[in-house]
């Protein structure tokens, strides 16, 4: 399984970007797909979850201004962010699981997803 993150780039405080994270190759027969993020010297930190069915988990940092969402038919999950702050800069990256789970503690931990792509930039300025 392959995934490609793209999306990021350069955006003010305030502004808006959104993600897109597309999976192929290989059986793509997973359950959730999560989006972490990542800045240089720290660990890697959960973002958001969408499951098969449509549940949706989010970190704290990030709730009532990103939303994941999925299309099924594209293989394909995004991330809307909006309301950007500089402390969400990181290179944001997506992964996917293979087994279904409505855990947050799951969801939540980097360990537990399978497969990663490539992350996108996303800069935040001030």
């Known amino acids: 399984v392959q995934l490609q993150a793209s999306g990021g780039g350069l955006v003010q405080t305030g502004g808006s970007l959104r993600l897109s994270c597309l999976a192929s190759?290989?059986?793509?027969?997973?359950?959730?797909m999560g989006w972490f993020r990542q800045c240089p010297g720290k660990e890697r930190e959960f973002v958001a979850a969408?499951?098969?069915?449509?549940?949706?988990y989010y970190a704290d940092s990030v709730k009532g201004r990103f939303t994941i969402s999925g299309d099924n038919t594209k293989n394909t999950a995004y991330l809307q962010m909006n309301s950007l702050k500089p402390e969400d800069t990181a290179v944001y990256s997506c992964a996917v699981r293979r087994w279904p789970s409505n855990s947050m503690n799951v969801l939540s931990t980097a360990q537990n997803y399978n497969y990663w792509g490539k992350g996108t930039q996303v800069t935040v300025s001030s």
């Open positions: 190759g290989g059986t793509l027969n997973y359950s959730v």
């Open positions: 969408i499951t098969g069915s449509g549940g949706t």
